[in-house]
């Protein structure tokens, strides 16, 4: 398998426009989850989908952000209108649950976004 | 809720140095424990796990033991080389694989030759 898909791997973009990040999850897996990653709050869950379903927003900043997963091997994040204080990496993460105790998340290569 | 602790960094050792970085948790019942590990420019990827009370986790030379007892999964290294520089998290996971992984807040770790 490929891995946990993400695109695009960096994205630069003018204040108030619409970003769409995209992911595509390891074939199988059926919870996918969606982070923020910065210098000043570190590591954030911003969603996570369980079944296509969504199970847990409270991560979600605000409602400029958006998230769905329309199907199992496809999910996006919607950032509209974009501000610069969204500028971050954001990654997608993949696993199967309930997997049992050995359900490690999968990491895609993360999409840096830049908002000017 | 559940809940990991993680020694703050950045933390800076030369090559060959003796590595530790502190991870204890809150957590009900019997999570997994996980150490993931960044390097630069990349996705979080898994170093090492433990899924019951005193297993060991290894990989890479890089040891976590599960006690339960102290609630704590500290990393470990006997001698770290320029190429472990980067960045560690610890994590925990459900009982059973049913919920999300909670995560630390990561130490930044560089090794100079």
């Known amino acids: 398998d490929a891995g946990v898909i993400q695109s695009p791997r960096h994205e630069v973009t003018e204040m108030g426009q619409e970003v769409t990040l995209r992911c595509k999850p390891i074939s199988g897996h059926n919870s996918l989850f969606w982070y923020r990653q910065t210098m000043m709050r570190g590591l954030e869950l911003l969603i996570y989908?369980?079944?296509?379903?969504?199970?847990?927003d409270s991560g979600m900043p605000e409602d400029r952000f958006s998230a769905k997963m329309p199907n199992a091997s496809f999910s996006t994040l919607k950032i509209q209108p974009s501000e610069p204080r969204d500028s971050a990496v954001y990654f997608c993460a993949s696993n199967y649950m309930p997997g049992g105790p050995n359900t490690e998340a999968f990491f895609g290569q993360g999409t840096r976004l830049t908002v000017v | 809720g559940n809940s990991v602790t993680q020694m703050e960094g950045p933390v800076t050792l030369s090559e060959e140095a003796f590595l530790t970085i502190n991870c204890t948790y809150t957590?009900?019942?019997?999570?997994?424990l996980f150490w993931y590990v960044q390097y630069p420019g990349e996705g979080l990827q898994l170093l090492l796990k433990?899924?019951?009370?005193?297993d060991k986790g290894s990989n890479k030379g890089f040891e976590a033991t599960y006690r339960k007892e102290t609630t704590s999964f500290h990393l470990e290294k006997g001698s770290v080389q320029v190429s472990d520089s980067a960045v560690y998290f610890c994590a925990l996971g459900g009982n059973f694989g049913n919920e999300k992984l909670t995560f630390g807040t990561g130490t930044r770790l560089t090794i100079i030759p």
């Open positions: 989908f369980n079944n296509n379903v969504p199970i847990d």
């Open positions: 433990a899924t019951k009370a005193d």
């Open positions: 957590a009900t019942g019997y999570p997994s």
